[in-house]
């Protein structure tokens, strides 16, 4: 139980274009997901914390209009990286949460490279 | 500012061997701490979490971590560590009643000799 996957796991684009990439909570509903980007031998960063029919909330220093959220469902997140530039490359991870529980579960990643 | 610090970026030991996985975190007060561990093309899995009580937490796969306060460190340990795992292990902190805050270290690779 509590697997979260997430789509595509890798993505290249060319400068300029958006690149959407999914996140699913597959065994269990999912009231606030969480994106993650990581730089190689850097920590996990939170992007921004969504709460299904909410707009999300930012980290400071995240531009929501580049790094655009959407949590439709109690099930589904996705994240798109608009006008991608190749600063934009990085690994992208979201997590998932039931409010009552005291735990974060993660999707194994989507690969970014902006060519 | 809260940080999470892995000191250990790759470390190597033989199968069989002891293993311990350093983290200390700087906070204001106690945050909740726990560790996990992530093998390639896998989500982040939780090994074992401390909230509170007793400071020696045992977690899943034969892995316990001990709090000590005084030190600021939540280091994991396996006493015999086996071929599969071999991985990547994440220690994060998050503020006591703010489970949507999550802090992570920047992680350690564990390498296992045959």
């Known amino acids: 139980g509590a697997v979260v996957s997430q789509h595509p796991s890798r993505v290249i684009c060319k400068s300029g274009t958006s690149v959407k990439i999914e996140c699913r909570s597959l065994?269990?509903?999912?009231?606030?997901m969480f994106w993650y980007r990581q730089f190689p031998k850097q920590s996990l960063m939170l992007m921004a914390t969504s709460n299904e029919g909410s707009k999300a909330t930012y980290e400071q220093g995240v531009e929501k209009d580049k790094f655009l959220i959407n949590h439709a469902s109690l099930t589904l997140s996705t994240l798109t990286v608009t006008s991608a530039h190749p600063e934009d490359s990085s690994f992208y991870i979201c997590?998932?949460?039931?409010?009552?529980?005291?735990?974060?579960?993660f999707g194994p990643g989507t690969r970014l490279t902006v060519l | 500012a809260q940080s999470v610090t892995q000191p250990d970026i790759h470390i190597t030991v033989s199968e069989g061997a002891s293993l311990e996985l350093r983290c200390n975190y700087s906070?204001?007060?106690?945050?909740?701490l726990f560790w996990y561990v992530q093998s390639p093309g896998q989500g982040l899995q939780l090994l074992l979490k401390y909230f509170s009580g007793d400071t020696l937490v045992q977690g899943i796969k034969g892995f316990e971590a001990e709090f000590k306060r005084s030190q600021s460190s939540f280091n994991l340990r396996k006493p015999s560590v086996h071929w599969s795992d071999a991985a990547e292990y994440f220690c994060a902190v998050a503020p006591r009643g703010n489970f949507n805050k999550f802090y992570f270290g920047s992680g350690t690779k564990l390498n296992v000799k045959p």
């Open positions: 997590s998932a949460r039931v409010v009552g529980n005291n735990e974060q579960f």
């Open positions: 065994d269990f509903q999912a009231t606030t």
């Open positions: 906070y204001g007060a106690t945050p909740y």
